[in-house]
């Protein structure tokens, strides 16, 4: 036998011998595991205190507080990593750094009680003298973009939640490549989970060029408790402080692009100048300091310290919710839109997972004989979220609510208009994580001329799906069990 084939012989042995006397050790054997199940005890109560001790939905809590007693082994350290919903620090924090932009004044709508609502949760006031204008098609969204790089003198600002390595996504890079080399300071806000792939070598011939890449709250170390969890889902772009771009889409070709593609989904969006633009702004510089760790007096040195000029007549109000906010204003504001409501309600969105208040508060205004309309995907990009989402819509649509399946592609679409008059529309799905666990950025527009055009887009959309088919009388076993199991889960997802 080979002298080297010997010794590896005898260290197997040896590492052999030591791991059975430290298993067949009293100590080992009999206080370790007594040991362990105190530290896995103690842990399970410290996420269950901090899990009561959080302001969440009933439903959320009670999702994980299975996980906890069922699966402890799996659900203390999944709520240790992911369990986290607002950050109280970064609130208090961030809160500084959002002033209103210098020199604009509120608009008539502040009086609204809709507006107040959302003031009261953190959001700004409504502002006037906008111009807005709504993007419902891919190419136009790309066409959008590329001039507001391509025109921007100063500066531009984009951020998003998912930077794809296609197409679209290169040829972003390239342009803000090249305006960063003409002298423009371009800032690119990634979030780190979702532009995974993309955030690091793909944005190299950006960062060459003198423009500046920052990641939002990585996943992996992690920052906080509950970053992993915590996702920017925000999708901003801003041009020289006083032209914006704000909605559903990232950058990624199934959302824009130059030419038109068969598979590209359906979403929507919208151009925003005027002083709204400036509180966008104000959002990113916010998000970015945080991301980026630069001091807050960027924020302060970059800011006009004029009062935007008065480009149109919208009167609009800019909602950022998330783990930086106080209060959850989406939330609030959606729930108090659908309660006021009183001739219509309709929603477009691509997840519906509501909590249980909206639930019950859509079913009843269904009851009084509210036209409430829901449209989602037939079949949306995650099967998970259909399963969960069914039990809602058969309970709405045994209320009287029409709930329709939009069958050609998928929709990304997110938008809500009330009585034809308040519309809503920005990042925010009309599920759990959006309303109280992402950053989300919202708009709710108040003037007749964006109520209008909301309306017509709706219509388009009514006109393109079809009605959810009616439940059979009686439902399969395994199917019936997967769509139960989901809804229970519904609050994780």
């Known amino acids: 036998m080979h002298p080297h084939t010997v010794k590896l012989t005898l260290v197997k042995e040896w590492i052999h011998n030591v791991y059975q006397a430290l298993w067949d050790h009293p100590f080992i054997n ?20 901090r899990l009561i001790s959080d302001r969440r939905q009933p439903s959320n809590t009670f999702a994980w507080l299975l996980a906890i007693a069922f699966i402890p082994y799996l659900g203390v350290p999944l709520f240790l990593l992911l369990g986290g919903r ?3 620090r970064l609130a208090a924090r961030k809160a500084r750094l959002c002033p209103i932009v210098p020199g604009t004044r509120p608009s008539p709508a502040s009086e609204s009680a809709i507006s107040r609502v959302l003031m009261l949760n953190g959001a700004s006031p409504p502002l006037a003298g906008n111009r807005v204008t709504f993007i419902t098609s891919g190419e136009e969204a790309f066409a959008h973009l590329e001039r507001g790089i391509r025109e921007a003198k100063h500066t531009i600002h984009i951020m998003t939640f998912i930077l794809a390595r296609d197409a679209t996504g290169r040829r972003i890079i390239k342009l803000l490549a090249q305006r960063a080399r003409e002298g423009v300071k371009v800032r690119l806000l990634l979030d780190a989970l979702g532009c995974f792939p993309s955030s690091r070598g793909f944005c190299d011939p950006l ?17 906080t408790r509950g970053s992993a969890n915590l996702r920017n889902h925000r999708k901003i772009a801003i041009f020289d402080h006083h032209t914006a771009a704000l909605g559903g889409r990232n950058l990624a070709i199934e959302y824009m692009g130059p030419t038109p593609l068969k598979r590209r989904w359906r979403d929507f969006g919208a151009i925003v100048e005027g002083p709204a633009a400036g509180l966008l702004n104000e959002i990113f510089l916010a998000d970015w300091c945080f991301a980026s760790g630069q001091s807050t007096d960027l924020l302060h040195a970059e800011l006009p310290t004029t009062a935007p000029a008065t480009v149109g007549d919208s009167e609009v109000q800019i909602v950022a919710s998330g783990p930086d906010v106080e209060g959850d204003p989406l939330y609030e504001g959606i729930l108090s839109l659908v309660q006021q409501a009183s001739r219509s309600v309709w929603i477009v969105t691509p997840y519906f997972i509501p909590d249980e208040v909206l639930f019950r508060t859509l079913a009843v205004q269904a009851r009084a004989g509210i036209d409430v309309r829901i449209v989602v995907p037939a079949r949306s990009n995650h099967p998970i979220t259909d399963l969960a989402r069914r039990y809602h819509l058969r309970q709405l649509q045994t209320a009287g609510a029409k709930v329709l399946y939009y069958g050609p592609g998928m929709s990304h679409a997110k938008m809500l208009l009330v009585d034809e008059q308040v519309g809503l529309m920005g990042s925010a799905n009309m599920d759990l994580r959006s309303l109280f666990v992402n950053f989300e950025v919202g708009m709710v527009t108040y003037s007749p001329t964006e109520a209008a055009a909301l309306s017509r887009w709706a219509q388009e959309v009514f006109a393109q799906s079809k009605p959810m088919p009616a439940p059979p009388a009686r439902r399969r076993f395994f199917p019936a069990v997967a769509e139960e199991l989901s809804r229970l889960l519904a609050p994780l997802l």
């Open 30 to 49: 009999g206080v370790v595991p007594h040991l362990l199940t105190v530290a896995g005890f103690l842990l399970a109560l410290f996420a269950i205190a």
């Open 86 to 88: 607002k950050i109280r």
């Open 207 to 223: 960062r060459k060029a003198g423009g500046e890449v920052v990641r939002f709250m990585p996943a992996l170390p992690l920052q």
